[in-house]
């Protein structure tokens, strides 16, 4: 089942600080999150294996609740390189469902 | 390290005709997936490889897509024939486990007309 991704899209300024949130109605192992740019791959982040747990990839962190079987990803001072698509992918039965993506627009 | 190599990066195929695409993983990456990626949707497996066999291939619509990984390295995927619902980018990918980061190719962009 997709995990459902909000918000749909956010706009920043740089510097500001925007907050996306993943959540799924299934027990999870683990959470991926990447970002995609227009035309371009998506690019691995960081991965989150166990409940509660924290990582972070430059100013962008990520926490894991396992028992609400949520996850959110924190941007940080934003810079204009941060815009994006960022797509959590959810970890069951060894697949990756991947939600439906927030668009982020960091504007100068 | 050279990462998940993909080809062709672009397709336009009239409906009805066939297709194929290949992926070539991350040296020593036992699992390799395909996706299809709809515009403005995530990403959605199709199939998933380990080593050269498939574990996973219930969301491959099998009346018109294949899959192959004969030697356990590169694969490819193919659609026959195509349908206009077809169009999306297909994004290749492998990892070392099937619990482990998985990294993207570049896609292949197919326009089905």
């Known amino acids: 089942q997709q995990p459902v991704q909000s918000p749909q899209a956010v706009i920043l300024r740089e510097g500001e600080d925007a907050v996306i949130n993943c959540s799924s109605s299934?027990?999870?192992?683990?959470v991926h999150w990447y970002r995609q740019k227009h035309g371009e791959a998506p690019v691995f982040l960081m991965i989150?294996?166990?409940?509660?747990e924290q990582k972070g990839h430059e100013k962008i962190s990520a926490s894991f609740n396992e028992k609400k079987q949520q996850s959110s990803l924190y941007l940080t001072a934003s810079q204009l390189s941060y815009s994006g698509t960022y797509f959590c992918?959810?970890?069951?039965?060894?697949?990756?469902?991947f939600g439906a993506g927030t668009t982020v627009t960091v504007r100068a | 390290e050279a990462g998940v190599a993909q080809s062709p990066r672009y397709k336009i195929i009239e409906k009805r005709q066939s297709v194929a695409f290949w992926c070539n993983p991350i040296?020593?990456?036992?699992?390799l997936y395909w996706y299809q990626q709809i515009l403005g949707q995530g990403p959605k497996l199709l199939i998933q490889?380990?080593?050269?066999?498939?574990?996973?291939d219930s969301q491959l619509p099998k009346d018109r897509f294949s899959a192959e990984r004969l030697k356990g390295v590169d694969s490819t995927l193919k659609i026959q024939p195509a349908k206009l619902e077809d169009s999306a980018v297909y994004l290749c990918?492998?990892?070392?486990?099937?619990?482990?980061?998985?990294?993207f190719g570049p896609g292949t962009r197919l326009t089905v007309l």
């Open positions: 990918a492998s990892s070392t486990g099937r619990t482990d980061t998985q990294y």
């Open positions: 299934k027990a999870l192992y683990s």
């Open positions: 989150l294996l166990k409940g509660g």
């Open positions: 992918g959810l970890q069951n039965d060894y697949k990756l469902s």
């Open positions: 040296s020593g990456h036992a699992t």
């Open positions: 490889f380990q080593n050269n066999g498939v574990v996973d």
